[in-house]
């Protein structure tokens, strides 16, 4: 009996022993699960500027516990979160070493975010993601309060415009911007030119600096004809702060979308890809009034060679849209002239074009 009991005894030891060793090392190892989360920091903060879409600055930061995949996803604040730098450039890849570095447009906020491999980022948002669901790490900073950067301003046919300095994916891939590409002269017209700047070839585009609604917007465009496969001029409005990733456009595009002998202009509602929402004609060269009538649920476009509404020249094109028609918010008149697809194969010569007159009818 004796025996027998010492022989439990030592038993129930061991088991206590072995159970305690299991206990540590289940410890240690969910010790090891939380100290192994990611952590996330942002090194270098762009200015405060609500600037938006018409400045950029460099944002840095680092990283420590990343896996080989994980990304970085990075947002500015400017009245919505904004992705950066483009929407088809949605991530920042984590060096080596740990850090990290992009471009960014100028916002009041900054934010970057650790992203598994397959995670997909919204474009615009209100409020930032938490972690879960692929985010692994957020990191927030308030911009630096430096003075903030003043955007060249032109006056043309009795508005004002900013002039665009800073690169954007319009078209679909990188397009860098020079305020010198975009100037008005004597006679009161705005000229917008492409050209090389540095060995870089740079665009140009001016917005209006409020919104106008519906109405007739007028624009006198004294030739389109010299224009190349790869060279696009827009005439449109765009509200940039929908949250939701369909653009909310109307378009006058002057294109041939970088194949030679196509149909070199088009009116577009957005979204471009429903067939519907497209139509296609050939702008002759010499000066041309185009025109879109915006009203609720219709907008309503013609191409005439004439310069200015109601000089009866022949009309060259005309359509009315009347399904996704967008509804007046913060929308803004844009004027730009950027390349498509532009290969160093093409000639580099600079390439311009003159708006005689833009006028708003209510």
């Known amino acids: 009996m004796f025996h ?7 038993a129930k030891v061991l088991s206590a022993v072995f159970l305690g060793l299991v206990s540590v090392l289940l410890g240690g190892c969910h010790t090891s699960r939380l100290s192994s989360k990611p952590t996330l920091q942002i090194t270098q903060i762009p200015s405060a500027n609500p ?3 018409v400045q950029m600055d460099f944002i840095e930061g680092r990283v420590t516990g990343a896996k080989p995949g994980q990304q970085i996803v990075l947002y500015a604040y400017s009245q919505i979160w904004w992705i950066q730098p483009f929407a088809s450039q949605q991530y920042t890849r984590v060096q080596p070493d740990s850090t990290w570095r992009n471009a960014t447009h100028l916002g009041t906020k ?16 209100a409020d930032l993601p938490h972690e879960g669901n692929g985010v692994l790490a ?6 630096r309060p430096d003075a903030p950067v003043v955007s060249k301003i032109l006056h043309f046919s009795g508005y ?3 002039v665009r300095t800073v690169a954007n994916d319009r078209g679909g891939r990188p397009n860098v ?6 100037w008005v002269d004597d006679n009161g017209f705005l000229h917008l030119r492409m050209e090389l700047h540095d060995s870089v070839w740079t665009s140009a585009e001016v917005s209006l600096t409020r ?6 917007y007028i624009f006198v465009v004294r030739d389109v004809g010299h224009l190349g496969p790869s060279d696009a001029l827009g005439l449109y409005t765009a509200d940039d702060f929908r949250l939701d990733n369909v653009r909310s456009e109307l378009d006058i595009e002057m294109s041939r979308w970088g194949i030679a002998g ?3 202009a088009q009116y577009v509602v957005q979204p471009f890809y429903v067939p519907e929402n497209v139509s296609r004609f050939m702008a002759p060269a010499g000066v041309l009034t185009d025109e879109m009538k915006w009203e609720p649920g219709k907008a309503s476009f013609k191409t005439v060679r004439a310069a200015g509404v109601g000089h009866g020249g022949p009309v060259v094109s005309e359509h009315v849209f009347t399904s996704n028609v967008p509804t007046p918010a913060k929308e803004k008149v844009h004027i730009g002239l950027y390349s498509y697809t532009r290969s160093k194969d093409l000639p580099q010569q600079p390439v311009e074009v003159v708006i005689e007159k833009f006028q708003f009818l209510p």
């Open 262 to 264: 196509t149909k070199n």
């Open 110 to 125: 900054y934010a970057a975010l650790l992203v598994d491999p397959g995670y997909h980022p919204p474009t615009k948002i």
């Open 51 to 53: 600037g938006g879409p």
């Open 177 to 182: 911007y020079d305020s010198a590409n975009a």
């Open 211 to 216: 919104s106008l609604g519906y109405g007739t």
């Open 160 to 162: 004002d415009w900013t």
């Open 138 to 143: 957020v990191a927030t900073a308030e911009g």
């Open 4 to 10: 027998s009991t010492r022989n439990d005894s030592s």
